[in-house]
């Protein structure tokens, strides 16, 4: 399986457009590992903020030594640093998130699929009345009963994501489950968490590889309008929503690098995955394979 996502991936031909966003996610996932490194601030430490130096112009001279690039928010803290650390907290959030959703959705659907009956009838009811809700307001829900904090929006988002594999991963087990080398694992009588971790769970697992890259791009888009809500990650770690939101109620007086550039550098990350992510999912189709 790994070498066909592989020679799938490098039959792909690749346009200006992707290879920008390429470059681009690859540009983030390494300014978010070395943000301690590279960052002038920690917004983190209120010792290296000063807050005589609130909502200064991008260009201003810092008395911390440094420049503010792109100017400091309401709070005093360099936007360039509260972008990069803020990046950590989306792309370790999002990424989380999502891979752990897979695995709980992809199990739930393979274990309907396998077991059917009363199992599948309950976990699909459940799978169709999550999907008949919008997923920000799951995940509001979510986010309200269990409180702030990192922790507890990723389970958040595990909550609202689940079930989109679940359902995909049902429809493939399906006619796994009724293949013959099921019929001869049951024939042998192998325990059954055997048979759907080590057989069907396996061959199920193509549609998640595709979905999990643009899944991972809503998870983002969903922590930073949870965060932007004031319902995300606690106002002490700073992420690109709550970013934004700091500078909101300062748009009309003029000072908008406060939610201009955490908004731009929120755009091009939400946009990269998802080309990327698409750009996975045609290359995994085997429809595209075909003609």
């Known amino acids: 399986m790994k070498a066909q996502i592989l020679r799938a991936l490098q039959k792909r031909p690749h346009g200006p457009a992707l290879t920008a966003s390429k470059v681009l996610l690859a540009s983030y996932i ?11 601030q920690n917004p983190y430490d209120p010792l290296q903020i000063y807050g005589w130096e609130a909502s200064s112009r991008p260009g201003t001279p810092g008395s911390g030594g440094y420049l503010y690039l792109l100017g400091t928010d309401g709070l005093g803290r360099d936007i360039v640093s509260t972008i990069l650390y803020g990046l950590r907290i989306s792309l370790v959030v ?8 897979a695995l709980i959705g992809l199990t739930a659907g ?17 799978v169709d009345l999550q999907l008949s809700l919008p997923t920000i307001l799951i995940a509001l829900i979510a986010i309200v009963t269990l409180g702030p904090g990192i922790d507890r929006i990723i389970l958040a988002l595990i909550i609202a994501q689940w079930a989109t594999y679940a359902r995909i991963a049902r429809g493939v087990a399906l006619s796994e489950a009724n293949k013959p080398y099921t019929d001869a694992a049951r024939l042998m009588r192998l325990p059954t968490s055997r048979i759907i971790f080590r057989h069907l769970l396996p061959n199920s697992i193509a549609p998640a590889v595709t979905l999990i890259p643009i899944e991972v791009g809503h998870a983002v888009a969903l922590e930073a309008t949870l965060s932007f809500l004031g319902l995300g990650v606690p106002i002490d770690k700073p992420s690109l929503g709550s970013a934004v939101a700091s500078g909101f109620q300062y748009l009309l007086t003029g000072q908008y690098w406060i939610s201009l550039f955490p908004g731009l550098a929120l755009f091009g990350l939400i946009a990269s995955i998802n080309l990327v992510g698409e750009d996975v999912r045609r290359s995994l189709d085997p429809r595209n394979h075909s003609r």
């Open 94 to 101: 999002s990424v989380t998130s999502a891979a752990i959703a």
């Open 30 to 40: 390494l300014l978010a590992i070395a943000a301690p490194v590279i960052a002038p």
């Open 110 to 126: 393979v274990s309907a699929a396998y077991f059917g009956k009363w199992v599948d009838v309950a976990i699909m009811r459940l």
